[in-house]
């Protein structure tokens, strides 16, 4: 098994590529181990001194460092946990796990599902190749609240992200929408 590796916009994330599908679908993002109760690679990932956060996307692992700690140290274990971990057949979330995701809910009406699409079709795309993800939070009086996560999380640029890139695009297709905000 060939894992790549990738660097990210945020230095102090690590973008890996196992060559295969992660989670296939959806996306899950753990800053702790105990967050990590429900996906045994995160688990694993954890033990490693200097792992501060997990990203399990469609395709990749995004792990954050801290910032005491040095890529060229932690990339072995990172690898050879990642490496055991597919090679063995291991679940990456437990059966009852979600993706955590917000469902779409019936109720949301024309602007969020408007939203929600966007986000869907051009925005997560483009973040996920970054070894991130977005995650919408509401929409309230014009204001879209999302959440920046993985590699997005914390990244110098997400803020240009948010304010740049995506406020401009939503506020282009949608005119109701003012301002986007990031939440936690």
């Known amino acids: 098994m060939f894992i790549q590796t990738e660097q990210t916009p945020n230095p102090a994330t690590l973008k890996f590529l196992p060559g295969r599908d992660v989670l296939g679908q959806g996306a ?21 001194d200097g792992v501060e956060g997990v990203f399990l ?23 050879g946990v990642i490496m055991e ?12 796990a979600g993706d955590g995701h917000a469902q779409g809910n019936e109720d949301d009406g ?25 995650t919408f939070h509401g929409f309230e009086e014009g204001v879209v609240y999302l959440a920046m996560k993985g590699a997005c999380s914390g990244c110098p640029s997400s803020t240009a992200t948010l304010k740049a890139g995506i406020e401009n695009m939503l506020r282009h297709y949608i005119p109701e929408v003012t301002e986007v905000r990031a939440v936690r």
């Open 28 to 48: 899950a993002d753990f800053s702790s181990r105990a967050e990590a109760a429900r996906s045994p690679l995160a688990q694993r990932l954890f033990e490693i």
């Open 110 to 134: 024309e602007i969020v599902s408007q939203i929600k699409e966007l986000l869907d079709t051009r925005v997560r795309p483009a973040v996920a190749q970054d070894g991130g993800d977005i």
């Open 85 to 96: 971990h597919f090679t063995a057949n291991r679940p990456v979330l437990l059966e009852d």
């Open 57 to 79: 996307g469609a395709d990749f692992v995004t792990i954050t460092k801290a910032a005491a700690k040095e890529w060229f140290l932690l990339k072995p274990s990172i690898l």
